[in-house]
């Protein structure tokens, strides 16, 4: 079975510092994996993408994200949080088992600090 | 940049009601797709639409769901007789193609109250 966790449901950071957003995967199959954020009253935006290309990616904002194999995981970073950034965060996988499956993780909400 | 939009952005219901959510997608995209999240849990898939036909559909969506595409831009999901569990956030999203590296774009949700 298919499965994404995000291990954080909140993290707060102050503007100006790292952030880390923290994703492992599960799959028997060879998955797909996409970050999207979600700002209040907006739909969900793909920040990044990885389908088995480079295994670090960069994508919007500043953001990038790798796949690393052996840890399954795909973690989020950006070098420098800004205000903006404030929103929740989504972990996606997607496979072809046969059919296609998409997968959510719970999501992680993104404090930021002045 | 093109966007999926969605309306009502909340609507509220009476148990046994029916609702239609509906949804615009991308204007050159073929595949469609509900989801919905229940307050507190995961966003989980519903149903993928194409070509004027269901093509993958969990086991959430039951007899009580209905998709359809009445015209060349809408999208709608109806819910037959709601319970109060169909309370939830429903997004819609729509795609360019169906395979496993495809991008889905989502509108920003409908929340639907079911009292």
């Known amino acids: 079975a298919q499965s994404v966790t995000q291990l954080d449901s909140h993290v707060s950071v102050s503007e100006g510092t790292p952030v880390l957003l923290r994703c492992n995967y599960s799959s028997s199959y060879s998955p797909s994996l996409f970050w999207y954020v979600q700002h209040p009253n907006k739909g969900l935006q793909l920040l990044l993408k990885?389908?088995?290309?480079?295994?670090l990616v960069k994508g919007i904002n500043g953001f990038e994200a790798e796949f690393k194999k052996s840890e399954t995981s795909f973690h989020l970073t950006k070098p420098s949080a800004h205000m903006s950034d404030a929103a929740e965060y989504f972990c996606v996988v997607s496979v072809d088992t046969g059919g296609f499956k998409t997968i959510f993780g719970a999501g992680t909400r993104l404090f930021v600090k002045a | 940049e093109p966007e999926v939009t969605q309306t009502p952005s909340h609507q509220v219901t009476q148990m046994g009601q029916e609702v239609i959510l509906r949804c615009v997608p991308i204007?050159?995209?073929?595949?469609f797709y509900w989801y919905r999240q229940i307050l507190g849990q995961k966003v989980e898939f519903l149903v993928s639409f194409y070509n004027n036909e269901i093509s993958e559909k969990s086991e959430i969506f039951d007899d009580q769901f209905s998709v359809e595409r009445p015209d060349g831009s809408n999208f709608t999901l109806k819910i037959r007789s709601t319970k109060l569990e169909d309370s939830a956030m429903y997004f819609c999203?729509?795609?360019?193609?169906?395979?496993?590296?495809?991008?889905?774009?989502f509108g920003p949700g409908t929340r639907l109250t079911v009292l």
């Open positions: 999203a729509s795609s360019l193609d169906r395979g496993r590296t495809d991008t889905q774009y």
């Open positions: 204007s050159n995209h073929l595949y």
């Open positions: 990885y389908t088995s290309a480079a295994t």
